[in-house]
């Protein structure tokens, strides 16, 4: 998905050419590159089944899958049905007949989209003849740019001899496509109507398993290394081991082996059965995860806020009972029932064994099986069952390996004081996985709950309080004492020393954060710095009260400003979100607005921000001279007031949302829909520069383009001034 840097140079060009060749130009419209085509499928008794064809004509261009992964800011499709008494939605949206392809993203994530074609499926069941209604809305995106979302409407028509379709393609008069209508009959479908949003081209190069891009590699999820999954589960098998429920029983069962055997050879046998079983076990945890799961459930967690809220409340009770306060057992009698079946003398037995293993380790295995699950959600449909299989081989694998070589049991450290260290330190880091789970819903809700300073805040004290533990300085009510030396002094040995280390480096570094330091190496792991309510700036000193503070309250900050980029805590810059009021400003503060038509879910607007906005010379013209204005053309979720709710022409829909009053604005009065794109204006609207700036920029253009709309706007004000004076020196004569 990625180009190449010749490659990106290669497209500058190519669009200055055509800026050079069509001077009156200075805007980009791009097309949607999208088909949509409806068809209905009877598939029974009053069953019938909706499909929603898209087609990408361009195959640089993709549509996000109905769970897309990232950070939870990228926009899927999504379907709304209006309620009908005569129609029963069967089950979800499904997706069909397409290519998923993931992608990692670095500060976004893994994403998963579709290249070429896919199909969206409602399953419904009717009562009558009747008409399904409703909207879906979609975005589309390629290496440079997103298009703003677009709202669709359709209408299916049901009856017992036919099927029907039409289909409001209102909405795609943005592009220059119009729309077509085409009855097709096949044997189960009795017409369908094309919605075509692009070119007539309906072809495209298929999308091949795996790409390759700029330093990254794009798979299918199908395509994910099944060496990867199974590494990871086998990770945290063998860590679940050292815990105190796996690790007393390891010496234990092995010696039982050995004993209850008439020779070694026989109690290697069962040692390896009873592995073996351990394994079997587990796979068929993960095979039915990912036969009536798949990747989807497993992912979700990653933008749906009641998963990420289950994963929390999980992790932070597993974590509070790993620090001693309680313990988490099944029921003693499932153990039981199941200890009364297990025998050596079949294999049966042998497997009843293992269960047995499995129910009384549970209070310390799930937080690893947890752990697992997290790590298994970038993988496709058979990574659960991957992911466990090698969780049973890292669970298993001690039992045979001290079965076969027993003469380790007596380097095997005895059960005790280290191994409740080891619960405690386990319960330290559940419970920093809690906060990290609590964050990803408080993001996707915007409840405010965890800012990016609570959060540091949190996982350094974690770390910190942590560190203190493991030196010895703060004790639980069962912990054992420190070993002793030759002069009955307590002392640490080297690896819990090192730990202890490592613990409190980690609290300092991450202290710097409080105040609005970076973290970059954290970046996937805090929230963002738009979340951040205090920094101090480049002099390392805090802003002076009332510096860069505007004079009237900006509408809608309480909501966008958590998606703020560093570079705008960095300067202590006040940015608005409503153009009206930007405008205001300028006319307020005698300074040239910046609109910056951005997206939440941009990637290319974190790229200029990062890379032009983070500048010297960038930084000091935006925070001294100008007034910027960041327009998210994708907040769906934000409400404008009725009063200024209208119809537009452009979209031919009513603007109800943030997003579409900034979408009808950039294709308006700038003929332009896509993002990032910086245009400049005076505090009455209009253009300082006719040609706008897009990505990619250099730097130093950036500030050249930013020096001449400052002159232009100057110039403009001196003008006026001096009509002013003039005209007042004619009315006192």
Request: with cysteine.
């Amino acid at each position: 998905m990625r180009f190449s840097f010749s490659l990106s140079k290669k497209v500058l060009f190519l669009f200055l050419g055509l800026f050079a060749a069509l001077p009156q130009l200075h805007a980009q419209l791009v097309e949607d590159p999208t088909v949509w085509s409806y068809e209905v499928k009877k598939k029974g008794d009053n069953k019938y089944q909706l499909v929603f064809h898209v087609k990408l004509t361009k195959p640089d261009w993709h549509i996000y899958s109905l769970k897309p992964g990232g950070d939870g800011t990228l926009i899927p499709p999504s379907f709304s049905f209006q309620k009908n008494k005569d129609v029963k939605l069967l089950g979800k949206v499904k997706e069909a007949n397409g290519k998923r392809i993931t992608e990692k993203i670095e500060d976004v994530g893994t994403v998963y989209y579709f290249k070429n074609s896919v199909d969206f499926v409602q399953d419904i069941a009717v009562t009558a003849n009747t008409k399904v209604t409703g909207t879906h809305e979609y975005q589309v995106c390629n290496d440079q740019m997103c298009l703003p979302p677009k709202t669709l409407k359709f209408s299916f028509s049901i009856d017992d001899a036919t099927a029907s379709v039409t289909a409001d393609t209102a909405a795609n008069t943005l592009v220059a496509g119009n729309a077509a209508d085409t009855a097709m009959d096949n044997s189960d479908t009795a017409s369908t109507v094309l919605a075509d949003a692009g070119n007539s081209d309906n072809g495209g190069t298929p999308v091949p398993d795996e790409v390759s891009g700029a330093g990254e590699t794009i798979s299918t999820p199908a395509a994910k290394s099944a060496s990867f999954l199974f590494f990871t589960g086998l990770g945290n098998g063998l860590l679940s081991v050292i815990t105190p429920c796996v690790f007393a029983m390891l010496p234990m069962t092995v010696s039982f082996f050995l004993k209850r055997s008439k020779d070694r050879k026989t109690g290697i046998k069962i040692a390896l059965q009873y592995s073996i079983s351990i394994i079997l076990i587990f796979t068929v945890i993960g095979g039915l995860f990912s036969l009536f799961f798949g990747p989807d459930a497993l992912h979700a967690f990653s933008t749906n806020w009641i998963v990420n809220l289950v994963f929390f409340a999980i992790f932070l009770l597993f974590g509070i009972s790993f620090l001693g306060a309680f313990e988490i057992n099944l029921p003693s009698s499932w153990a039981t029932r199941l200890d009364s079946k297990a025998n050596t003398r079949n294999f049966m037995g042998i497997f009843f064994m293992a269960l047995t293993l499995v129910v009384v380790s549970f209070s310390c295995t799930v937080p690893f099986i947890g752990n697992l699950v997290v790590s298994l959600q970038s993988g496709g449909k058979m990574a659960p069952l991957m992911g466990f299989l090698g969780f049973g081989v890292g669970l298993a694998l001690p039992f045979s390996l001290f079965a076969i070589f027993p003469s380790l049991l007596n380097e095997l450290g005895k059960s005790g004081g280290w191994l409740n260290a080891v619960k405690v330190v386990f319960g330290f880091i559940e419970l920093a996985l809690a906060m990290k789970f609590l964050s990803n819903a408080d993001l996707t809700m915007g409840w405010r709950l965890l800012d990016r300073e609570i959060f540091i805040a949190i996982w350094a004290t974690l770390s910190f309080v942590l560190g203190l533990y493991l030196l010895g300085v703060i004790r639980f009510s069962h912990d054992s004492d420190l070993p002793k030396n030759d002069w009955g002094m307590p002392y640490l040995k080297v690896p819990r020393l090192l730990f202890a280390l490592s613990a409190i480096i980690f609290a300092i570094y991450l202290l710097p954060g409080m105040w609005g330091a970076p973290l970059r190496g954290m970046g996937a792991f805090i929230p963002p710095m738009g979340t951040q309510d205090f920094a101090i700036n480049q002099s390392g000193r805090a802003p002076a009260p009332g510096q860069n503070v505007a004079a009237v309250e900006r509408r809608y900050a309480d909501r966008m400003k958590i998606y703020e980029p560093a570079a705008v805590l960095d300067m202590g810059l006040e940015v608005y979100y409503d153009y009206t009021e930007a405008l205001a400003a300028s006319v307020r503060e005698g300074k040239p607005v910046m609109l910056d038509f951005t997206g939440i879910n941009c990637v290319n607007c974190r790229k200029f921000e990062s890379e032009v906005w983070s500048h010297p010379e960038v930084k000091q013209l935006m925070k001294n001279d100008f007034i910027v204005a960041s327009l998210f053309t994708d907040a769906s979720n934000v409400k404008i007031p009725e009063a200024e709710q209208a119809f537009s022409k452009v979209l031919n829909q009513k603007i109800e949302t943030l997003g579409q009053q900034n979408v009808d604005l950039q294709v308006s009065k700038f003929n332009s829909n896509t993002q990032p794109y910086y245009f400049f204006v005076d505090g009455q609207g209009n253009k300082l520069a006719e040609e706008g700036v897009s990505y990619p920029t250099a730097p130093e253009k950036f500030v050249a383009h930013l020096k001449k709309v400052k002159e232009k706007f100057d110039e403009g004000r001196k003008t006026v001034s001096t009509t002013a004076t003039a005209h007042s020196g004619l009315m006192a004569e």
